[in-house]
Nanobody, 118 residues
């Protein structure tokens, strides 16, 4: 079974930066896709950034130019670098990784609160 453990996040002022980490453990052979989502209470979970196994990235319009998704294959870890943070970035952030180990897996992190104050 593959588990994802998130770290990072917290409280930041307008214009600041934060980096979220998502470390995967368990039986992992490869990642097919990696993504970060965020959710505000009472709303649906929305895609923020994604990366394919070939390295192709995709970003929500609201974060383009400010957020960067990356991975460290040796550490089985995915990152979300968030710069120029805005109050509207306040949400719980979740990582999601799909891949192959002993079988296909589709795992979610536990969620990390990011709060941006003005």
């Amino acid at each position: 079974q593959v588990q994802l453990v998130q770290s990072g996040g917290g409280l930041m002022q307008l214009g600041g930066s934060l980096r979220l980490s998502c470390a995967a453990s368990g039986s992992i052979t490869m990642f097919f896709a990696m993504a970060w989502y965020r959710q505000v209470p009472g709303e649906q979970r929305n895609l923020v950034a994604s990366m394919s196994n070939s390295g192709i990235t995709n970003y929500a319009d609201s974060v383009k130019g400010r957020f960067t998704i990356s991975r460290d294959n040796a550490k089985n870890t995915v990152y979300l670098q968030m710069n120029s943070l805005r109050p509207e970035d306040t949400a719980v952030y979740y990582c999601n990784i799909q891949g192959w180990g002993t079988g296909d897996f589709d795992a979610w992190g536990q969620g990390t609160q990011v709060t941006v104050s003005s």
